[in-house]
């Protein structure tokens, strides 16, 4: 799987995720220019889907993940609209 660059998402202005590492909660912060349809989602180096939220149309989200369940070891957070997409690699230990 490749991880793609923040700049490839069109029209996202902030794109923070933390603690990291994290263990039984993480936060995101995510901004765009206009308001978009948002998923985010979180997934092991598998491609298996171990959290996931969506946001209607919204310019701002301020939330968390709740990951007290997921084993130690490297995720991805992703990012995806109608104008693509932004990955993160995070580490839950």
């Given at each position: 799987m ?5 700049n490839?998402?069109i ?11 994290f263990?039984?909660?993480?936060n995101y912060?995510?901004a ?9 989602f979180?997934?092991?180096?598998n491609?298996k889907?171990?959290?996931?939220k969506?946001?209607a149309?919204?310019?701002t989200i301020?939330d968390?993940?709740?990951t007290?369940?997921?084993p130690?070891?490297v995720?991805?957070f992703k ?9 993160k690699?995070?580490i839950c230990?």
């Amino acid at each position: 799987m490749t991880v793609s660059g923040v700049n490839e998402l069109i029209g996202l202005k902030e794109f923070t995720v933390f603690p990291l590492p994290f263990q039984t909660r993480l936060n995101y912060k995510i901004a765009f220019e206009n308001p978009t349809e948002v998923r985010v989602f979180l997934m092991d180096q598998n491609g298996k889907i171990a959290a996931e939220k969506l946001f209607a149309s919204t310019a701002t989200i301020d939330d968390y993940l709740l990951t007290e369940d997921l084993p130690s070891g490297v995720y991805l957070f992703k990012i995806e609209t109608e104008k693509g997409m932004a990955v993160k690699k995070v580490i839950c230990f």
